[in-house]
């Protein structure tokens, strides 16, 4: 429970805030945000798989700067993280595994203005893999 708190900077009241729990029993807290960090986990764990099955030594990760992005590009994984600060611990932690294991982890910040810009000048429709052509472009620009 405590490395959940320390990743995103809650307090345990807007953890519980953040879950939609309605109780404050200590033991229902300990048992969700356990829940939570155990989904974490296996979001990691799927990354990894990924990282693997690619047999390339880099990965780009879009990271969510706001619960409104993160909710509109990603809507299944919102649903269970709740909002972008988790998502945040998410990816870092993904970014930790990776790079333990020898890869390159890059993350791209989604701007969504720039980004729905950059769909409508190219004539493009949003999917996972157009957000990951993006981050591709924009992993190109930084270096």
């Not at 829940?35 to 390339?56: G, M, Y």
């Not at 930790?96 to 390159?104: F, K, L, T, Y």
């Not at 157009?130 to 472009?137: E, L, N, P, S, V």
Request: glycine fraction near 2%; charged fraction near 30%; include cysteine.
């Amino acid at each position: 429970m405590r490395i959940l708190q320390d990743e995103t900077g809650f307090s345990e009241k807007q953890l519980v805030k953040k879950l939609g729990l309605d109780t404050f029993d200590k033991e229902s807290i300990a048992n969700a945000i356990a829940e939570l960090d155990s989904v974490i986990e296996t979001c990691v764990l799927s990354e990894i798989d990924i990282f693997i099955a690619r047999k390339q030594n880099d990965m780009i990760l879009i990271r969510y700067l706001s619960d409104y992005d993160f909710a509109l590009y990603e809507p299944d994984l919102f649903n269970i993280l709740k909002c972008s600060t988790i998502h945040k611990a998410f990816i870092t932690r993904t970014r930790r595994a990776i790079e333990r294991i020898a890869g390159n982890v890059l993350i791209v910040f989604m701007d969504s203005n720039y980004y729905e810009t950059w769909l409508g000048v190219n004539d493009l429709d949003d999917s996972p893999e157009i957000r990951m052509t993006w981050a591709r472009q924009q992993a190109v620009e930084i270096k």
